[in-house]
C-alpha cells in the first residue's frame, strides 16, 4: 500500500511564509511528476506547482514568483515554500504523487488528505 501524507498548513497574516511537505511511503518502486493543487471554498481544484523527477518544475500563473517547489528524491518529499501570501491563498492543499508501486505496474495517482492554508488580510 501507498499513503501520502501533508503537513505544514497553518493561520498566517498577509505577507507571510509557510511551508509545506508532503511524505509519499509504503510499496514504491518509482516516483515520477509530484505536485501540490489547491481548492477554494467554492472553486474547482486547481494545479499550484509541480516537478518531476529531473527536477523540472511547473507554477500557476498566480504563484509564479511567490511559490518554490522542490523535492527531495531520496526522502520522497515535496515541498512548497510559500512566501508573500494573500488572502487569496487561502484554500485546501493537497498533494499528488505519481507513484509506480513495481516495475510491472503503471504509474498512478496518488492523493494526500489536505492540508487548511489560511491566510489573514
Known amino acids: 500500500q501507498v499513503q501520502v501524507v501533508e503537513s505544514g498548513g497553518g493561520l498566517v497574516q498577509a505577507g507571510g511564509s509557510l511551508r509545506l511537505s508532503c511524505t509519499a511511503s509504503?510499496?514504491?518502486?518509482?516516483?515520477?511528476?509530484m505536485g501540490w493543487y489547491r481548492q477554494a471554498p467554492g472553486k474547482q481544484r486547481e494545479l499550484v506547482a509541480s516537478i518531476t523527477n529531473g527536477g523540472s518544475t511547473t507554477y500557476a500563473d498566480s504563484v509564479k514568483g511567490r511559490f518554490t517547489i522542490s523535492r527531495d528524491n531520496a526522502k520522497k518529499t515535496v515541498y512548497l515554500q510559500m512566501s508573500d501570501l494573500k488572502p487569496e491563498d487561502t484554500a485546501v492543499y493537497y498533494c499528488?504523487?505519481?507513484?509506480?508501486?513495481?516495475?510491472?505496474?503503471?504509474?498512478?495517482?496518488?492523493w494526500g488528505q489536505g492540508t487548511q492554508v489560511t491566510v489573514s488580510s
Open positions: 509504503g510499496r514504491i518502486y518509482s516516483i515520477n511528476i
Open positions: 499528488a504523487v505519481e507513484i509506480r508501486s513495481a516495475v510491472i505496474l503503471p504509474y498512478r495517482d496518488y
